[in-house]
């Protein structure tokens, strides 16, 4: 089992910034791809950003393209995700989540294709 503990959710101004941390613990598997999604009120879990864990190369959503980074730190066994010129339609729940069976190559940007998950942290952004 692997455990995933977000944080760093809060509340900003647009064109703030946040950097969301997302721990990992527990179970090992010989790679991962890390993903970052997010849930607004009323819509779907969608995709934000995905890190393959050993080699680190990267992928994101269009809507948050040239604003938001998603890095790791594998001493700390934590990936991070770095949000620039937030924008009020930024704001929803945001959720750390592993795929250790899919191989980078796959890019994963389904939640169904995850199998691990954090709760989840808020961040607001206000106009």
């Known amino acids: 089992h692997v455990q995933l503990v977000e944080s760093g959710g809060g509340l900003v101004q647009a064109g703030g910034s946040l950097r969301l941390s997302c721990a990992t613990s527990g179970r090992t598997y010989s790679s991962y791809v890390m993903g970052w999604f997010r849930q607004a009120p009323g819509k779907e879990r969608e995709f934000v950003a995905g890190i393959g864990w050993s080699g680190g190369s990267t992928y994101y959503a269009d809507s948050v393209k040239g604003r938001f980074t998603i890095s790791r730190d594998n001493a700390k066994n934590t990936v991070y995700l770095q949000m620039n010129s937030l924008k009020p339609e930024d704001t929803a729940v945001y959720y750390c989540?592993?795929?250790?069976?899919?191989?980078?190559?796959?890019?994963?940007?389904?939640?169904?294709?995850?199998?691990?998950w954090g709760q989840g942290t808020q961040v607001t952004v206000s106009s």
């Open positions: 989540a592993a795929d250790p069976f899919s191989p980078f190559s796959n890019r994963p940007t389904t939640a169904g294709e995850y199998d691990y």
